[in-house]
């Protein structure tokens, strides 16, 4: 690896307790000893990257997705075992035809046979999906050694640790009544977005569930944001049924429309699979096909965080650009006697269609 201080090619050797031997000085990361594969330059280039060059603001989270990209496309099932299975068992059938051993023969053919196996069953799809570190583990085996050597998180990386919420679980803004409120029950999610301004910037209140909007001092829209899996299908209908008359816009993400993204990347939790009851509610809809349920029922996701940001951060300012225009009476009285309509009279209040 290349020692991110000094720029010198590092063999194993030569980076001992994860210092450089040339210069002394200790890293974070070795990407052989961590499941990822992770380095120090690699994490730089990723960050600036999801950060646009340092422009936005990420949470942990979204650099856990961003890192835990390339792993999840190849899947986590028997990682090179049908290449070393394939490539014993041709030594060991060699050996049995030159010998005319008929036991080294058939442990040849067992190891082809296996080989074949891991083969198929990574070609159906075992594995694919599951994160090879999951984001608990990316904060201690990542993060916490970042910390121990630089001090802090990568730039531009914000520390959500500290809940969003305060003692009723909600962020709210100093000033006047909020014009909306942000449900997203994502903290990494609501993070990035205080992070980057944009609550503060539309008098939007940030909440992660129904008990946090309730006791709002609004009765403006409320904003779902959520990961296009099982519950995030069902969020929306079950704020709405709980709000009654109050409007309630869908943010997304929307299922079909991601899954249709070849550049987006699925992954599933192994204790994450929704329930009957839960698989139930969501076929009773009758809004998804039967391959969506099946999907859905194996608990593959696309989650927000797998968003890229900047793309993430510009679909959520759309949308509370027009909410809160639409729930502004300056903005109405403006657009009633023609002011921002341009180009011309026939131009639509856009936000009052959602």
Known sequence: MICPHCQKNLLRKERPNNTCSHCR????????????????????????????????????????????????????????CAGTSLFAGLIVGVFGIVTGNLYVALVSGALLLVSAGFALARAAGAGRGFPAMNRAEFRSEVL???????????????????????????????????????????????????????????????????DAVRPLPTRGPVIVLHDADAQGELLVRRVRADLGQRTVIDAGLPLRTVRGLAHAVPYRDKEGKPDRETMALLTELGEFTEAELKWLGKGWRFPLVGMPPARLLAAVTRVAEQVTRSVDPEWRRAASVGFMTWPGSGAQNHAGER
């Open 25 to 80: 000085r200790p890293y974070a990361l070795d990407p052989k000893t961590n499941s990822l594969g992770l380095s120090d330059l690699r994490v730089r280039r990723i960050v600036d990257k999801v950060t646009e060059g340092g422009r936005i603001a990420v949470t942990p989270d979204q650099l856990w997705y961003a890192l835990s990209r390339r792993h999840l496309k190849k899947g986590t099932f028997a990682p090179g």
């Open 144 to 210: 916490a050694p970042w910390r121990k050597v630089y001090g802090g998180l990568p730039p531009r990386v914000v520390d959500d640790a500290p809940p969003v919420p305060s003692r009723a679980r909600i962020r709210t803004l100093s000033g006047p009544e909020p014009r909306a409120v942000l449900l997203c029950p994502d903290r990494s999610i609501t993070a990035f977005l205080n992070a980057d301004g944009l609550p503060a910037r539309y008098g939007i209140a940030l909440a992660e569930d129904l």
